[in-house]
């Protein structure tokens, strides 16, 4: 029908636009999202990897975490959730939100990239909200 | 002790309080109620409301005169045929003091004197109508004994079949 | 109490599916009892549901540690507040509040349609009481019933997350549920008329303020937590694109849209089917929002702990939810088809319907983005995530679009406008937003996107204040009030249009705070006692903050308090200090809370975060040695405008809401329809 012929103009150039937004968007700002094991394994299969943003998630090592003296600068390891063997260190110039420590079992989400040397330089470092961390029934007998 | 009187009457109290209608064989109203909105009713407040707000949209200067005389020809059209199948059924509300639409829609039914105003303004397009001196082609509403249309220009005396219907009911 | 609540738990679940099975048995086979039933069903719900609630509050504030769940969210030491509060802290007990918000709700719409829109009410019935009762089927059968009970009971409790501990947590998520289950309502509604058949706009007059109901919850709930983010989070800013904050917005651009649909439907009657669809899919997106919260699915700083049963009963619940409506909606669609048609492309049809198109294509893509490591993963194995930079790219064009219509849409008319009358509305507003356009870049604004929203604002507000001002002549002219009187009947006799002006007011002023975000300074320094931070603002003031030490007061069920004394001038004056704060609570020692010291001004805010002290332990021993700090301070540019703005949203709702003076019913009301018809007068 005619006014249906109107509307599905309408329709198509506004999914167009926002198909062309997400595209540019996506291809943009579009991060791996990896385990630790997994970013091993990339970085080794190709060098190359290292020069890419990628996201990272895993655990914060116990007692790793170290910070510069009167320099907004933090390192700490991370250890992939599985394989505790799989680790690598971790440089972060900005403020570690309150949920982050190294004397639980904090899982974290970072970004940023994995450099050649060997160090995971991040730009965003995420640490899973303790509430939401429910304490089983051991744990809260003690 | 206490737990389980309390127990036993909290569920007694609501099993009771459910089961009560099937037992008694109490019914819940089903039908409408005589005053409650209609869909006929719905879409006469709709074509008022219409009315109101074109009216406002051309003193504000939003619309053209010649856009408002047909919109608001068209519009007193849409409620004078929901007028008149609310007569038809039998339902002729007051048109002084307008029925409450059903649970009481964000802005208010139009007052006494607006609604007053408003329905005398549908009886003079009916009548015009009714009398040939609306303008079937711009929807100005002319003096009476006109020949042709100050609107438009246009010849009067052809009332469309539409209005022609819609005003013998 | 706490074990008739935990038994009222389990009344209810048998007396909703009774409820529910009554409604549209009731509502099919036209039995009057059967739907008083349900009716009454619905109330009883609401009542055990209370049970329930007051037996959870108490175990909280009895410290019955011995229920998982207070063990898990509350300590004695927890102040009064936070322990009634328990009730929503956690993924078991939020269930039971959206539960009891749901059944109050169905209540409300029972009890205030007990002698109206009859035809509606059994499936309205049997459709809310079927949702409540998935509710307590997740409850009672999968694993997170909030009575579960330890072998015995603990000494203490693990006490609240300090990040919890601050009155937005009374606020934000109670507002945020009553917006989510209050649009269950209007989807009863819609369902009802579609199993009814009828299916003409009466189901949506009804509903019309749920549905802003729900919406205005919505939003400030929304509001809320962008305030809360900032004021606690320590991190600056208001919003993150973290997929929980996502799945809250979700539905409210769906129910923006559906707000402005109806719209269409009601004036012109047409896009029924479209608004069928509309309203299922904001219902489904309020469950999805939970169900993101719930299930873990997706990484958040936000979800409750993963869980998968939970997810998969969702997912199955929302698939079962989409595919009812689809067959009903499918079922009824011929007499859905309406008889209008668009007329003009230049009308206020055209500008709703490309709100529509915008506002769900935003909130498309905003779900696109949210879940795109899920997809990537599925299909390539990799996933593959976007972060803030995707979000603002693809959501600022939508911004300015929609800033662009709001703009529009008053000046148009229905049906069809003139140009020429389009043209002479819009010269003035335009010139306005050039000017401000020019002045600020002759200031030396010369951000694009942020002169182009600058602009839009002044386009956009010049437009409502001039419709105002319109209005109120016109109407002075014609009633012959004075102004002021006449203002007030204007907004008085169409308060959903003229609050609805106000609502967007609000908007642009939230927009306009977005834009200045790129305009945002900030600085880090470590200084010792005595030492001065400088920086200054876009707008010429300059701020000097002195630090003067660390102090160590310790409040209520804190272990270690260390407070840092900033004071302040603002261009060389004094002005109030600031102090910003690392506390360690009870329980939570390893996790230092921030808190932040903000003075806020019109136009901007002075920020500060206690980043780190070197020795915190002796810096919480008082120790002189330990006053040495690490400090990040900003200034936020127009981001009390988010605040501001939010307190015109809510008016400009509550305006919209207000209920009218209708005329008074004439007509003597009767309760109940009497007693079973005999046979021989049913047809």
Known sequence: MKENGKFFVGLGGVALVVTYLIWTGVSESMLYYLTPVELMARVEQDPTFHQVGVKVSGRVERGSWSRAEDELLHHFTVIDLLDESVRFPVEYRDILPDTFNDTENVDVVIEGRFREDGVFEATVVLAKCGSRYEATAEELLG | MGLIVGVILVSAGVILFVMMPVLRGDWAVMGRSDDEVTEVDARKQTALRGLRDAEYDFRSGKLDQADYELLKSDLARQALEAMEEESAAGHLIDEGAPPEAAAKPAESTTSEAEGDRLEAEIARVRKGMAEGRTCSACGHLNVKKSLFCTGCGGRLGEVPTEARDAVSG | ?683
């Open chain 3, 1 to 683: 109490m706490i074990l008739l609540g935990e038994l009222a738990l389990w009344i209810a679940l048998p007396v909703g599916i009774w409820g529910a099975v009554a409604g549209f048995v009731g509502g099919r086979k036209e039995r009057g009892d059967l739907v008083l039933s349900g009716e009454h069903c619905v109330y009883a719900v609401f009542f055990l549901l209370v049970l329930t609630s007051a037996g959870i509050i108490t175990a909280f504030v009895t410290d019955n540690f011995e229920y998982w769940y207070v063990a898990n969210y509350s300590n004695r030491e927890l102040p009064l507040f936070y322990k009634v509060a328990g009730l929503w802290a956690g993924q078991r007990g939020s269930l039971v509040f959206w539960v009891l918000l749901l059944s109050f709700f169905s209540a409300a719409a029972v009890f205030t349609n007990r002698t109206k829109n009859r035809e509606f009410m059994p499936y309205v019935v049997g459709v809310l009481l079927t949702i409540s009762s998935f509710f307590l089927v997740v409850l009672l059968f999968a694993d997170v019933n909030p009575f579960e009970r330890l072998p015995f009971a603990p000494a203490d409790g693990r006490g609240l997350n300090p990040q919890l501990q601050n009155y937005w947590m009374t606020i934000h998520p109670p507002t945020l549920y009553l917006g989510f289950t209050a649009f269950t309502i209007p989807f009863a509604f819609a369902m009802s008329a579609l199993l009814s058949g009828k299916l003409d706009t009466r189901w949506i007059l009804i509903t019309r303020r749920w549905i802003l109901l729900s919406w205005f919850f919505l939003a400030n709930g929304i509001i809320f937590g962008m305030r809360w983010a900032y004021e606690m989070l320590g991190w600056g800013g208001f919003w993150f694109w973290d997929p929980v904050e996502n799945a809250s917005l979700l539905p409210w651009l769906a129910a923006t849209a559906f707000l402005h649909s109806i719209q269409i439907q009601e004036n012109r009657g047409m896009l029924k089917v479209w608004n069928m669809g509309l309203v299922t899919l904001t219902f489904l997106l309020t469950i999805f929002a939970t169900f993101l919260t719930r299930s873990g699915l997706i990484e958040s700083v936000h979800t409750f702990a993963e869980n998968t049963k939970i997810a998969f009963i969702f997912l199955a619940f929302m698939g079962v939810m989409a595919g009812c409506s689809a067959l009903l909606i499918a079922w009824r669609y011929p007499q859905l088809k309406s008889e209008n048609q668009i007329q003009s492309f230049l009308s206020r049809e055209s500008a709703f319907l490309f709100n529509n198109l915008i506002l769900l294509g935003a909130a498309f893509s905003i779900l696109w983005g949210t879940l795109f490591p899920l997809i990537t993963e599925g299909l390539t194995g990799t996933a593959i995530a976007v972060g803030p930079p995707f979000f603002n790219r693809v959501n600022l064009p939508i911004g300015l679009a929609l800033m662009a219509l709001m703009g529009i849409g008053p000046v148009i008319a229905w049906r069809r406008a003139s140009r020429r009358n389009l043209v002479k509305n819009f010269r003035m507003p335009v010139i306005v937003g050039l000017m401000v356009v020019a002045a600020l870049f002759l200031r030396g604004v010369h951000h694009g996107m942020a002169l182009l929203t600058f602009g839009l604002s002044a386009f956009v507000m010049t437009i409502i204040i001039v419709e105002f001002v319109k209005g109120t002549k016109a109407r002075a002219r014609i009633e012959g009030e004075g102004h002021l009187l006449a203002l007030y009947h204007l907004v008085s006799r169409n308060r959903r249009r003229w609050g609805g002006y106000i609502v967007h007011v609000g908007v642009v002023m939230i927009f306009t705070a977005f834009a200045g975000v790129a305009f945002n300074r900030e600085l880090i320094q470590t200084v010792d006692p005595g030492d001065t931070i400088t920086i200054g603002s876009p707008f010429g003031h300059e701020y000097t903050l002195t630090y003067q030490g660390l102090s160590s007061p310790r409040g209520k069920n804190m272990v270690r308090q260390a407070v840092a004394l900033m004071t302040v001038e603002r261009n060389g004056r004094p002005i109030e200090s600031l102090t910003a704060e690392k506390v360690l609570y009870v329980k939570w020692e390893s996790s230092p809370l921030t808190i932040v010291g903000i003075n806020s001004y019109i136009l901007e805010d002075l920020y500060l975060i206690l980043e780190n002290v070197n020795d915190l332990g002796g810096a919480f021993e008082n120790e002189a040695g330990a006053q040495r700090a690490t400090f990040k301070v900003q200034v936020n540019v127009l981001v009390g405008w988010i605040w501001y703005g939010g307190f015109v949203v809510t008016l400009g709702g509550i305006i919209a809401m207000w209920p009218s003076r209708g005329s008074t019913r004439t007509a003597p009301r009767t309760k109940t329809g009497g007693k079973r018809p005999a046979l021989a007068a049913r047809s």
